[in-house]
């Protein structure tokens, strides 16, 4: 059960009640949009976060959620590469929102474009998860499918951690992830033990350049000047 969501048809259940006192044609769509809300809350599985070493010999970290220019991927870190598993794609995460918006908008005007945004990330929810379901069942983790991403170890220049996004440079790609806010602090040990060296942090940068600052002053401190001789 994914209790945000189940809040989110519950709310919206309540407001097309509201609403549909005074506008009673808004409830052919606020109403069915709701009760599906509710379902998807109830049969959609919670997001089971970050693991490290999961049960698997060849998996490091597991990343349940990542998000790569619009789409959604599973981050699998396993012993030599990284593999984005791919989990929804633009078509759910942005344009399936949208058209439910839009529909929404013409029903229930900027209420109806609510909910119909609300509807569609449920929606992605569900599916995403679904498809996760389907890559652990057929256990697909360790490979790479259609729309898929890998990437070797070797081919990584710098991995960088600044607070809920990852970059990524390697030497024919680079891309960044984002996450849920909390996903940093449980990654950031396991991506310096993989990464060693290449692995940066925003507070790494910050000290090395505050480390660097410091170099300078005490190479040039303000009370060195330059004396010249008196004619």
């Known amino acids: 059960m994914r209790k ?17 006192v ?5 409830l052919l769509f606020s109403i069915p949009i709701s009760i599906l809300n509710i379902i998807l809350g109830l049969i959609t599985r919670a997001s089971p976060g970050s693991e490290i070493q999961p049960e698997s010999a060849n998996i490091r970290l597991l990343i349940d959620r990542g998000v790569v220019r ?5 981050l699998v870190f396993l012993n030599s590469k990284l593999i984005l598993k791919r989990l929804s794609s ?16 013409a029903f229930l005007f900027i ?3 609510l909910m119909g945004g609300i509807t569609g990330f449920s929606l992605q929810e569900f599916l995403t998860q679904r498809m996760r379901n ?12 259609k729309g898929d991403i890998e990437i070797e170890y070797d081919d990584i220049l710098e991995v960088r951690l600044v607070k809920s996004r990852l970059y990524l440079t390697a030497r024919n790609k680079s891309l960044s992830a984002s996450f ?8 950031k040990p396991m991506l310096e033990s993989i990464f060693e060296s290449r692995f940066t942090t925003e507070e790494s940068i910050r000290a090395a350049e505050a480390a660097e600052k410091e170099n300078e002053k005490r190479q040039h401190p ?3 000047r330059s004396k010249f001789p008196r004619r």
Not at 5 to 18: D, E, M, N, Q, R
Not at 134 to 145: A, D, N, Q, Y
Request: proline share 3%.
């Open 180 to 187: 849920p806010r909390g996903y940093s602090r449980k990654m």
């Open 4 to 20: 945000n969501i189940l809040v989110a048809g519950v709310t919206l259940l309540a407001t097309a009640l509201l609403f549909g």
């Open 134 to 145: 389907k890559i652990g069942s057929k256990m697909e983790l360790t490979s790479v499918e």
């Open 70 to 74: 619009a789409s959604i991927y599973q």
């Open 111 to 113: 209420v109806g474009a």
């Open 22 to 26: 005074s506008y009673p044609a808004g």
């Open 222 to 224: 303000r009370g060195d």
């Open 90 to 105: 633009v078509m759910v995460t942005v344009i399936l929102a949208f058209v439910l918006a839009v529909v929404g908008l």
